[in-house]
């Protein structure tokens, strides 16, 4: 790798990431809608009456899927708005959780009928512990979106009570009705609580750099003080996310074969970019690993090229990973596979032509590809 993938490190106005909870009608989804160039995904039509006092767009789902393809469509194009509300987030949880039971439901009908007919069917699915992994998978890419998103993001939750775990419904406090890592995603966690017949917002959790300002423990409900604290960032033109290209996609699944990276060592680098699939890259993140795996192929290529070279007995001779990135790249320059075949007169390239011969008709390959892609 000839060029530094380093780049110096530079500030931007920081978008607001806000979780706010409360009991019902203590002001959450008015707090949420002072915000600026707001459009709403409304779970339970909670922004209705507001219709008339505040200038938003809504889009009213409660589904999980539907609530994920909005935010995708915020994320991949380009529009007005500012802010994203979700209110509250509580739904799509709970409409999550129920698809998954349902589809387990008809997993263990099919796979055990003799429980239905005993009633099992109408007996409802109880989550079990193996389930959450599973079922947390696409809650964890709607919050890798959420955070990732060029919007100032805000989810409102409703409030419930938390017990003590001890046999006896003894209340202890209260907490917010929803997915338990919530509170730790968000930058900014606000819960709404009553004061001498008020509602205040009391801060719950601020993630600021140290001298920076930050919220008061407690303020009145209203969205001057992130207005002050944010400025710029809460009116900043949002830009879409560009994902991976097919051309990357392609690129890096070739490499990863080509390489025989393990399922393990794929998912592990792709959760250092915060994501559990190739196609949820962002085209410079897939760039940058294009480059590092090219390399490591280029190291590989050579270290074999050496060996071959060093050895006084015969030389190294075309192995199956190399004879099939020499297909893939015939493939990608639009050429003909029998024609190059027939140029060096063999059927195969593997153990027919050497590593020494392989190598050049990569260099050759990669150079009408270069020449194709120009034109």
Not at 267 to 273: E, H, N, Q
Not at 297 to 302: C, H, N
Not at 340 to 358: C, H, P, R, S
Request: net charge neutral; hydrophobic share 35%; glycine share 6%.
């Amino acid at each position: 790798m000839n060029e530094n993938p380093f780049k110096p490190a530079s500030e931007s106005p920081k978008r607001l990431k806000m979780f706010i909870f409360g009991p019902e009608g203590s002001g959450k989804t008015l707090l949420a809608l002072q915000a600026n160039g707001v459009t709403v995904i409304d779970c339970e039509k909670s922004t209705t009456p507001y219709g008339g006092d505040y200038q938003f767009h809504v889009n009213h789902v409660t589904d999980f899927r539907s609530v994920v393809a909005s935010v995708e469509w915020l994320a991949e194009n380009k529009h007005p708005y500012r802010t994203l509300v979700i209110d509250p987030i509580t739904i799509p949880w709970e409409s999550l959780q129920q698809e998954f039971a349902d589809q387990r439901h008809e997993e263990e009908a099919v796979l055990k009928p003799e429980k239905r007919n005993a009633g099992y069917k109408d007996s409802g699915y109880y989550t079990q512990p193996n389930d959450w992994t599973p079922l947390k998978r696409p809650w964890k890419k709607l919050m890798r979106l959420l955070t990732s998103l060029d919007m100032n993001v805000i989810l409102t939750a409703h409030q419930k009570n938390l017990y003590a775990d001890q046999g006896v419904l003894r209340k202890i406090g209260v907490t917010f009705d929803g997915e338990k890592g919530l509170g730790y995603v968000f930058d900014t966690v606000v819960r709404l609580e009553e004061y001498k017949g008020e509602y205040t917002c009391k801060t719950i959790k601020q993630r600021v750099t140290p001298g920076k300002p930050k919220l008061p423990d407690s303020f009145e409900t209203s969205f001057e003080v992130f207005s002050n604290l944010y400025g710029e960032a809460l009116t900043r033109e949002a830009k879409p996310i560009e994902y991976a290209t097919t051309k990357q996609l392609d690129q890096i699944g070739r490499l990863i074969e080509y390489l025989r990276f393990s399922p393990e060592s794929v998912m592990k680098a792709l959760r250092s970019y915060h994501v559990e699939s190739i196609a949820e890259l962002t085209a410079e993140d897939a760039a940058t690993i294009i480059t590092t795996m090219e390399a490591t192929k280029e190291k590989r290529i050579q270290g074999s090229h050496e060996a071959g070279r060093s050895s006084e007995r015969d030389p190294l001779m075309c192995d199956y990973t190399v004879a099939k990135a020499i297909y893939r790249d015939i493939e990608d320059s639009g050429g003909d596979k029998k024609a190059w075949l027939k140029k060096y007169g063999v059927t195969t390239f593997k153990d027919k032509i050497t590593m020494e011969q392989a190598l050049a008709i990569c260099a050759e390959l990669a150079q009408i590809i270069k020449q194709k892609e120009a034109a």
